[in-house]
């Protein structure tokens, strides 16, 4: 039995890999801020560091808070902790969002463990499923502004898929790209949810030059958006 450590474990992705993980043969430990000290010095085969900001907009106005919550705490991760296999999870933003705070720390957090050559930096798409709470696609569900333009394209991906993805993957090493196999529109998603939708912000090409074809599609999300909508009317 592997012994795995998640740290973020309370996070929208560390929360998903804790759920996916009850399906593999691993021995867990949730790593949250309260109890970070008390595992720090403990030894695990693998340690998953989940626990970067997914805040695009807020590391814009706070990116000195977003360098310590992204490369600082990796950094301290990386290289105080005990482990045999380090597997990051960073963003599509840190291949194609350099000229932002917020995909230029994560693009200097994977730098610091590109140093392991044993280990795994996954690029996660948008993301989209249990537990959901924040980014374009929740305040286009919920009908709030929308702080990127609406026609910006996503390779939507479940986030229960991509943590399996992940945890069956532990072996692989260097970067793997965990997003649909094409993408979506916020628009072509507005289509019989909101007809005039309220937005503002750059527009947004996040889509991956090369994924595993068997990756789902993107428009899985659809199924996704009509589930919440029918519990809504329920």
Request: proline share 2%; glycine share 4%; aromatic share 10%.
């Amino acid at each position: 039995m592997k012994k795995i450590a998640i740290i973020g474990s309370n996070g929208f992705v560390g929360k998903a890999l804790v759920r996916t993980a009850k399906n593999f043969n691993f021995e867990v430990t949730c790593v949250t801020r309260e109890n970070f000290s008390e595992h720090k010095n403990k030894s695990y085969d693998c340690v998953i560091n989940s626990a970067m900001p997914s805040k695009r907009f807020w590391s814009l106005n706070n990116p000195i808070e977003d360098i310590k919550e992204t490369v600082v705490k990796t950094a301290d991760i990386f290289y105080n902790w005990h482990y045999d296999k380090f597997v990051q999870i960073s963003s599509i933003s840190a291949e194609n969002q350099l000229d932002i705070p917020y995909g230029s720390h994560k693009r200097s957090a994977e730098i610091i463990v590109e140093k392991d050559k044993s280990a795994l930096i996954v690029r996660l798409g948008a993301l989209y499923g249990n537990g959901l709470t924040k980014s374009a696609l929740f305040d286009l569900i919920n009908k709030n502004h929308i702080y990127v333009d609406i026609n910006s394209e996503y390779n939507y991906i479940d986030v229960d898929y991509a943590a399996n993805y992940i945890l069956s993957n532990l072996n692989h090493k260097g970067v793997l790209n965990v997003g649909a196999r094409d993408s979506i529109s916020l628009l072509d998603l507005s289509k019989g949810i909101w007809d005039n939708p309220s937005y503002e912000g750059r527009l947004e090409k996040l889509i991956f030059k090369k994924v595993d074809s068997t990756m789902p599609s993107a428009k899985n999300v659809l199924k996704y958006i009509n589930l919440l909508r029918s519990k809504e009317n329920t």
